[in-house]
């Protein structure tokens, strides 16, 4: 007698999207919807972007931090929070921290960028350098919240975290009726598995495609695996989508909700800043410019638009900035 397969539900749903929703209204802002005509000659579509590069502290990192931390307990909140990240996530918990008057310590990794290590410590953090990649801070920081018991912010895997990122395709569906495709830059891959949930809900027929460098494809192997498998990367221009691991919830929620994640090359993303800012007047960090870079590439001609792009951040370091501008 044969078993009947049971579906095991997703960790986040529509639902959990729209509680965020209402938990961050009002505190975070609602960020803009532009239409990218440069971009929409080279698709043969119209072509958006949704430009969290606007948003506090220059990412969406805000929206899924600031949903975490309304969720905690008085006791929590007395007890500080910890979080690990390369910058983005860093300052999102930060913020959030302060807005419910929380002390929030952040590792970061010492080669990480120093414009966001400044900036977390401007919004009132305590930053701890720890060692010389990501994945070194990664495990020192999991190693001292085991020991201490501490209340951990995780910038990815928290079911919370990811459903507070999918609130901006909420702002966007009150903009736009109609979407072929979303394109969302993708890391450890809360985004676009915040992302995925609402717009499947919200965007009937909708294709969800992930981008990341080539230089870091750990969704793609992880994927490729059907489970999250350590992948070596070399050094990156897309500091923020970096690392050797993705989500074991962020893994199982992309491969069931979304149509793939494409790579793109590190010598293709540099170009992809300077194109918005040279054709759309957007300054947007390298992590955040990989779904241009996918189009101006040609990985999205197979995709139906309208297209939607997620532009986030906005934090650029000026060495980068020089060093984008000295290869154009």
């Not at 044969?2 to 639902?15: E, G, I, Q, T």
């Not at 918990?93 to 419910?100: I, L, N």
């Not at 994945?135 to 975290?161: K, M, N, S, Y």
Request: net charge neutral; with cysteine; glycine share 10%.
């Amino acid at each position: 007698m044969s078993r009947r397969r049971v579906f095991k539900p997703l960790p986040v749903d529509l639902p959990m999207v729209l509680d965020a929703a209402r938990r961050v209204r009002g505190k975070v802002r609602t960020t803009p919807l532009a239409s990218l005509p440069s971009l929409a000659d080279r698709a043969g579509c119209e072509v958006f972007g949704k430009l969290e590069s606007f948003q506090l502290t220059g990412s969406f990192k805000a929206r899924g931090a600031l949903n975490r931390m309304l969720t905690l307990s008085p006791e929590e909140r007395r007890g500080g929070v910890w979080a690990i990240s390369a910058g983005n996530h860093a300052q999102g918990v930060a913020w959030a921290a302060a807005q419910v008057g929380c002390h929030a310590t952040l590792v970061m990794a010492n080669d990480s960028s120093p414009l966001k290590q400044a900036k977390t410590r401007r919004l009132g953090a305590e930053v701890l350098l720890r060692g010389a990649n990501y994945d070194e801070a990664d495990a020192w920081a999991a190693q001292q919240v085991r020991e201490a018991g501490h209340t951990f912010i995780h910038p990815f895997e928290d079911p919370l975290v990811i459903a507070g990122q999918g609130t901006l395709i909420l702002e966007m569906s009150q903009v736009i009726s109609k979407l072929g495709t979303l394109v969302v830059p993708v890391g450890g891959g809360g985004l676009l598995a915040g992302c995925a949930v609402a717009a499947r809900a919200l965007y009937p027929g909708i294709r969800v495609v992930g981008v990341q460098s080539d230089a870091s494809p750990a969704m793609v192997r992880s994927l490729e695996a059907g489970r999250p498998v350590e992948t070596p990367y070399t050094d990156s221009i897309a500091d923020g989508l970096t690392g050797r691991w993705v989500g074991q919830v962020t893994c199982r929620m992309i491969g069931h909700l979304c149509d793939g994640v494409r790579l793109v090359s590190e010598k293709e993303i540099a170009p992809a800043v300077l194109w918005l800012l040279n054709e759309e007047g957007f300054l947007i960090e390298p992590s955040g410019a990989t779904p241009v870079a996918a189009l101006l590439s040609g990985v999205l001609d197979d995709l139906p638009g309208p297209l939607a792009l997620v532009l986030s951040g906005g934090n650029v370091h000026p060495g980068v900035l020089k060093q984008i501008l000295n290869q154009s």
